[in-house]
């Protein structure tokens, strides 16, 4: 399982579409390279974390073998909270890129606490860009937890091997049991 500074690490990466929506912004408003450069630098390197650090975690956690007795995509999801978090940058003439950068610093980590808290793993655009996929699972025990997985799951009554990410966020780390 992966530490508390790892599963913020990658709930910090979900912040990565508001930097470069922040870089766009301050682009088009004709501002100079080295005032929307440093967005979007900052946005690749959380890309870049976000699979470093699942490429990581599929390698060197523990491994389990999980037993699906039901599912549901949760990859919809993920465009209600992408929108829900960058339609007000859109919308707002004095956004996020007009602000000083305390107040913009305020507001990003007001952000990832309120998703950290509220487990909010399955809104990570980030991931989605990387391919992945989000499912409410209910496993042998009777637990719902959440599964990140590159494989599109298909059928319950399967067996996947994952590593568990937090106490109830696995990843799936083979392609066994899932068409």
């Not at 709930?11 to 100079?32: E, F, K």
Request: with cysteine; net charge neutral.
């Amino acid at each position: 399982m992966l530490n508390r500074f790892s599963h913020l690490l990658l709930v910090a990466t979900s912040l990565s579409p508001i930097l470069g929506a922040v870089a766009v912004n301050q682009y088009s408003l004709g501002r100079p390279s080295s005032e929307w450069l440093p967005w979007i630098a900052t946005s690749v390197l959380l890309i870049v974390i976000c699979w470093g650090l699942l490429a990581y975690a599929a390698r060197a956690a523990q491994k389990h073998e999980m037993k699906v007795l039901e599912f549901e995509d949760k990859d919809k999801e993920v465009l209600a909270y992408l929108l829900a978090y960058l339609l007000p940058l859109a919308a707002v003439k004095d956004s996020l890129a007009d602000m000083h950068w305390l107040t913009d610093i305020y507001v990003f980590v007001v952000i990832l606490v309120v998703f950290t808290h509220a487990r909010a793993f399955h809104f990570n655009p980030v991931m989605g860009l990387l391919k992945y996929h989000f499912y409410s699972v209910k496993n042998s025990n009777g637990a719902s937890v959440l599964l990140i997985s590159r494989a599109p799951l298909r059928r319950a009554g399967v067996e996947i091997e994952a590593v568990q990410l937090a106490w109830d966020i696995y990843l799936q780390v083979g392609e066994s049991g899932v068409s």
